[in-house]
């Protein structure tokens, strides 16, 4: 007797596709948590592991290591010409964009530079009535907002008043955004 060979009604998925249809999913799911983890947990450490050595491979080649300030920022007078200035840095900010639902978020960290002790005391003591500002600076804007060219310098310089509410008018206040990251 012959055997009758065996033909998959038409329209049928063939066998593994939807295994194949998981284990992609699953796939690209682990590797977007893989990354986020290693963008949120892992460089942070590592960046900071790397700052002491710097310093340490100043010294060891026969130089004296860069005096530091509280924040890793260069203690007074190191910015030449400029005069003595200080810096508050307000790391790892994430908001939701005004908009976006929850579904997408930005993540920066902004470091604040003054010109002189009193005004470093002053932002240092009110530092979580700092981030709050940016905070609500950066989430009231939408994301077509925040990817518009030249928002960093519009960014920096909005923070830059918001941080001349606090230290008071007449103190020199500079912005950096050392990370901007929109997912």
């Known amino acids: 007797m012959a055997e009758a060979a ?8 063939p066998e593994g596709g939807k295994k194949t249809g998981l284990i992609a999913a699953l796939t690209f799911g682990g590797a977007l948590l893989g990354g986020l983890a290693a963008s949120l ?16 491979a100043d010294s060891a080649a026969g130089g004296e290591p860069a005096a530091e300030g509280e924040h890793g920022a260069p203690a007074e007078g190191e910015h030449g010409g400029e005069g003595a200035k200080k810096f508050i840095e307000l790391s790892n900010i994430v908001v939701n964009p005004a908009g976006s639902q929850g579904s997408r978020f930005l993540m920066l960290s902004v470091a604040i530079s003054v010109g002189n002790e009193e005004a470093h005391k002053v ?22 907002q925040l990817t518009a060219p030249g928002v960093r310098d519009t960014l920096k310089a909005r923070i830059a008043v918001a941080a001349g509410t606090i230290v008071g008018p007449k103190v020199p206040v500079k912005v950096f955004l050392p990370q901007f990251v929109i997912q």
């Open 41 to 56: 947990v892992v460089a942070p450490k590592i960046i900071a592991r790397q700052q002491p050595a710097a310093a340490h």
């Open 123 to 144: 932002l240092q003591d009110r530092e979580v009535e700092m981030r709050d500002k940016v905070t609500g600076l950066v989430e009231s804007m939408t994301l077509a």
């Open 6 to 13: 065996a033909v998959p009604a038409e329209g049928a998925a």
